[in-house]
């Protein structure tokens, strides 16, 4: 990537890969569309029964309509649109569109999770694309900048909250927490949950490089572009790795759309 001081430059590969995800997410949803339908297991028949839909006014006929299949549907192809749009390189109004339109449905999507909330790379989503409408929407290179150097921040505090986070675990400490993980159904494998059991040393050794990789991250990035880059390097193999074993692929779109305001920050700082 040929990214100059410029935070246009940073922004772009920001939405760029931003919107990879989006548009990956989009095409799930769409070809899973027969679990958002009456009998589904996503139905928004039983999805309103929660309190938040169940007055009777107008805000709730609204999100009865626009949430239940097919509406619902039709919002999730108009977010592949907008994500298309950015992944073409679309510039002024329709970009600016673009980027808040994915916005919406991303915050209207939170309202169709079952637990009332959305997990880290839906929120991080939702963090790059307010990012990105402020930065668009808002004329000025200082709000460019504070928008830019929100999403980087938003990053580093992710990965160090989830490093101590790690690091207070008895678990983490000790290698099982990994193994734990690995024995599971949704996101475990039974060869590497066998390996580990017999080499728990290894595993301790694996989730320490976890937490140190986690807690280090807002060191390596403020001590310069080239151990910014080997984090970068190291959370790339990270996600990827996740992604290949416990199938959590839109962690990799999502948190690699922060690496370019990181770089950003590296650059401001120095």
């Avoid at 994500?83 to 600016?96: C, F, M, N, V």
Wanted: glycine share 8%; charged share 10%; with cysteine.
């Amino acid at each position: 990537m040929n990214l100059s001081a410029n935070p246009v430059s940073y922004a772009y590969w920001v939405g760029l890969i931003g919107s990879v995800g989006i548009a990956i997410d989009s095409v799930e949803i769409l070809h899973s569309r027969h679990e958002y339908d009456t009998h589904g297991i996503s139905s928004w028949d039983m999805l309103r029964l929660d309190d938040r839909f169940a007055q009777n006014n107008v805000v709730a006929l609204i999100c009865h309509t626009i949430l239940a299949s097919p509406g619902y549907l039709i919002l999730i192809f108009v977010q592949f649109l907008f994500a298309l749009a950015i992944i073409s390189r679309a510039t002024g109004a329709l970009l600016a569109l673009s980027v808040s339109g994915i916005l919406v449905v991303k915050l209207l999507s939170h309202l169709r999770s079952p637990y009332g909330g959305l997990d880290g790379s839906d929120q991080m989503q939702v963090i790059l694309f307010s990012s990105l409408a402020v930065f668009y929407l808002v004329p000025g290179a200082e709000t460019q900048t504070f928008a830019l150097l929100f999403i980087a921040a938003q990053a580093l505090l992710s990965y160090l909250s989830a490093g101590l986070a790690k690091l207070v675990s008895p678990a983490w400490r000790s290698g099982a927490a990994i193994s734990g993980i690995m024995s599971t159904d949704n996101y475990g494998s039974r060869i590497i949950n066998s390996w580990m059991q017999k080499n728990m040393t290894a595993a301790a050794v694996l989730c320490w490089m976890v937490i140190l990789f986690e807690c280090l991250a807002p060191a390596t990035v403020f001590a310069g572009p080239v151990p910014c880059l080997v984090f970068i390097g190291c959370a790339l193999v990270f996600h990827l790795t996740i992604a290949f074993i416990m199938g959590l692929n839109t962690f990799v779109w999502s948190f690699g759309a922060t690496y370019p305001a990181i770089l950003f920050l590296t650059t401001f700082v120095r």
